[in-house]
T-cell receptor, first 117, second 111 residues
C-alpha cells in the first residue's frame, strides 16, 4: 500500500522561481489537503479539495495554487517562491461524504522539505 | 475562530512512568478530535480518533478522553517506553471538515 505519496522530499529554490509539489493517493479518497508546518506555528491549512474539480482555500493560501483534475492527484504550485515559504509541506487525504466529519482517519504523506534562498 | 492549545510544550520523563498530555480547544462545536504522533523528519501517524459523541478511546497503552463541553482532551500513556519519544499533536475537525492543530507536545522518555 503506497498510501499518500509526496514528491520531492527535499527541494531548494531561488526566490522568484516556481515549482510544483506533487501529492498522490491510492485509497480513492475524495478529500485531500495541503498543510505547512513551521517551528512554533504548528500545522496550518493551505488549500483543500473534496473531489475532482473542487478546491477551496484554507488558512494560509496566498502564494499557492492548487487544482484537482483527478481523484488521485492534488498538486500544490508555488507561483513565485519567497523565503517566507521555506517550510515543511504535508499532503493529507481521507474519505468524504456521509461520516466524513464524524469519523474517517486522515492519512498524511511523509512531507516535503522546501528551502527558498 | 477555533484555537487548539497543547500543554506542556515539552515533557521529559523516566521510562515506566505514566503520563498525561493535555489539549484544549476554544469552540466546542467540533465533529471529532484526533491525536497524532510525529517522529523527527516524518509525517503524522493517527493514534486515536474520538467522535464528538464519545467520551474516550483506547488503543493498547494509550487512552484519550474528550470533554467537549469544557473544551478539553487528554492523552494518557501508560508505562512509557523510550520508543514513545516523539511529538504528539492534537487536532479537532471543525465545521468545514478540516483539521485544526495544536502546536504539539514533544515527549522524551529516558531509559
Amino acid at each position: 500500500n503506497a498510501g499518500v505519496t509526496q514528491t520531492p522530499k527535499f527541494q531548494v529554490l531561488k526566490t522568484g522561481q516556481s515549482m510544483t509539489l506533487q501529492c498522490a493517493q491510492d485509497m480513492n479518497h475524495e478529500y485531500m489537503s495541503w498543510y505547512r508546518q513551521d517551528p512554533g506555528m504548528g500545522l496550518r491549512l493551505i488549500h483543500y479539495s473534496v473531489g475532482a474539480g473542487i478546491t477551496d482555500q484554507g488558512e494560509v493560501p496566498n502564494g499557492y495554487n492548487v487544482s484537482r483534475s483527478t481523484t488521485e492527484d492534488f498538486p500544490l504550485r508555488l507561483l513565485s517562491a519567497a523565503p517566507s515559504q521555506t517550510s515543511v509541506y504535508f499532503c493529507a487525504s481521507s474519505y468524504y461524504g456521509k461520516g466524513f466529519r464524524s469519523g474517517n482517519t486522515i492519512y498524511f504523506g511523509e512531507g516535503s522539505w522546501l528551502t527558498v534562498v | 475562530k477555533q484555537e487548539v492549545t497543547q500543554i506542556p510544550a515539552a515533557l521529559s520523563v523516566p521510562e515506566g512512568e505514566n503520563l498525561v498530555l493535555n489539549c484544549s480547544f476554544t469552540d466546542s462545536a467540533i465533529y471529532n478530535l484526533q491525536w497524532f504522533r510525529q517522529d523527527p523528519g516524518k509525517g503524522l501517524t493517527s493514534l486515536l480518533l474520538i467522535q464528538s459523541s464519545q467520551r474516550e478511546q483506547t488503543s493498547g497503552r494509550l487512552n484519550a478522553s474528550l470533554d467537549k463541553s469544557s473544551g478539553r482532551s487528554t492523552l494518557y500513556i501508560a508505562a512509557s517506553q523510550p520508543g514513545d519519544s516523539a511529538t504528539y499533536l492534537c487536532a479537532v475537525r471543525g465545521s468545514q471538515g478540516n483539521l485544526i492543530f495544536g502546536k504539539g507536545t514533544k515527549l522524551s522518555v529516558k531509559p
